[in-house]
């Protein structure tokens, strides 16, 4: 076999054999084909896509690429979320303890904040003393103990993924839907959960910026899924504006445990007990209707917040020690009256990486005070002069940065916007 051959045929919008995409990716873990071949591969996908036979023998040999964890101990009650990325997105803070509190076991690894999105290990190491890296021991007894066990990538996991997607982050591939469909499910099958919910984001703040390309990655994604013997469902949610009110690593931690203590955020709450539900009714085998029960007595019970205890204070937190507090803040006012038309998420992400709660180079610290809390949302009315937001960072010229580019992301109409639906399609 020879990787010209390949590129040439994808070129040619000609089908690739299993073994001929098995070599492919067998030969770039292993460093034997370069990244200039990979890249042309790449485009060649970019422009004439993969057939779902192509996508799914990517997807298995990217799975298969490093370390699987096997997580059959746990029989049907292993769970497991997988969001695509948005703006104030912390629903596993959240959905993580409804679910192990209905009997799921929620043994996850997580990531790190990608571009303007945030990622689920840099909000948990904002809580003092959390430890995000235990044994494959420590990860196994606590996830069987308390039901949720949840910490960063470790090991050798999908090794083949880790290398293409900083390959395709560099050669404009990222949004390719047999390359994001390979990536997120390949890292999905390697970490071993029977059940499997996907929460594909759609408008401003996401990858997938319109219904179509979202619904088209999601189904690809369940049936994927499927084929390898999971049970799926994935839920499109809107991320045109950002999720709740939090924006920033403690911020959103905070966020979450008002949630869980009872406040309402009607968009995060709603998101996170549609979350739940799917997994519930997957790893409980109940109707959707007694699923929604299930999650909503657990939330509303407390009985998610005392899983939640359970669960940071076995990984070394305490979610009663205070998070940390930005030196410097600012509220925002409105330049003018009228109502909130549009709040593009993406570019209110980009404010809360320029105030420090992401990086612009994967070696850049965070700032775990940092970001932007919101007083208005999209639909709000304001008036000239009123506070919009609360930003909060280290210091002034961070504090001016962010200040323009959360600026950048508002329209103000004399008209009222059509709400957009919170929960756009739900495909099992
Ligand atoms: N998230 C991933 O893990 N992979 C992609 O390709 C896109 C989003």
């Known amino acids: 076999m020879d990787m010209l051959e390949i590129i040439r045929k994808k070129k040619h919008a000609r089908v690739l054999t299993k073994e001929e ?3 492919m990716v067998a030969g770039f873990s292993r460093g034997e084909i370069p990244d200039y071949q990979m890249s042309a591969f790449c485009m060649a996908v970019y422009f004439n896509g993969m057939t779902d036979g192509e996508t799914a023998a990517l997807t298995s040999a990217m799975a298969r690429s490093g370390d699987m964890l096997d997580l059959s101990r746990f029989g049907c009650a292993s769970v497991d ?3 695509t990325g948005g703006v104030g997105d912390k629903t596993s803070l959240i959905v993580g303890p409804i679910v192990a509190a209905c009997g799921g076991v929620f043994a996850k690894m997580s990531g790190r904040g990608l571009g303007h999105t945030g990622g689920t290990v840099d909000k948990l190491e ?3 003393g959390y430890r995000t890296s235990l044994s494959p021991e420590e990860f196994f007894a606590q996830a069987e103990k308390c039901g949720i066990a949840l910490i960063g990538q470790t090991g050798n996991m999908t090794p083949a993924d880790k290398k293409l997607y900083a390959l395709r982050d560099v050669t404009e591939t990222v949004d390719s839907i047999p390359l994001i469909v390979s990536s997120i499910m390949s890292k999905k099958l390697a970490a071993g959960a029977h059940n499997i919910v996907l929460d594909v984001k759609c408008g401003s703040g996401a990858f997938m910026k319109d219904g179509e390309s979202a619904h088209a990655l ?12 999971r049970n799926m469902a994935a839920i499109i949610t809107d991320m045109d504006t950002p999720l709740g009110f939090a924006v920033g690593n403690a911020l959103e931690v905070e966020e979450a445990l008002a949630l869980l203590r009872g406040e309402d955020i009607p968009d995060l709450r709603e998101i996170c007990l549609a979350l739940a539900s799917e997994l519930i009714a997957m790893c409980r085998g109940t109707s959707a209707e007694e699923a929604r029960a299930m999650a909503e007595n657990a939330l509303c019970s407390g009985a ?4 939640a205890r359970e669960w940071i204070s076995a990984q070394g937190g305490d979610i009663d020690a205070p998070l940390p507090k930005a030196k410097a803040a600012r509220e925002i006012r409105a330049e003018k009256s009228g109502y909130i038309s549009h709040m593009n998420a993406e570019a209110v992400g980009r404010a809360a990486c320029l105030l420090g709660a992401g990086r612009k180079t994967k070696d850049d610290e965070i700032d775990f005070a940092a970001g932007i809390v919101l007083l208005k949302k999209t639909g709000d009315f304001v008036r000239e002069g009123e506070a919009l937001a609360v930003l909060h960072t280290s210091s002034e010229e961070k504090l001016c940065a962010g200040e323009r580019e959360f600026l950048s992301a508002l329209e103000i109409s004399s008209e009222k916007a ?3 639906k919170l929960i756009i399609d739900i495909l099992r």
């Open 21 to 23: 995409i098995e070599y």
């Open 81 to 83: 979320k997988h969001s």
């Open 126 to 128: 904002s809580i003092a």
């Open 218 to 229: 999601a189904s690809k994604m369940v049936d994927i899924g499927k084929a390898c013997g």
């Open 304 to 307: 998610a917040l005392a899983k």
């Open 418 to 420: 059509n709400k957009k």
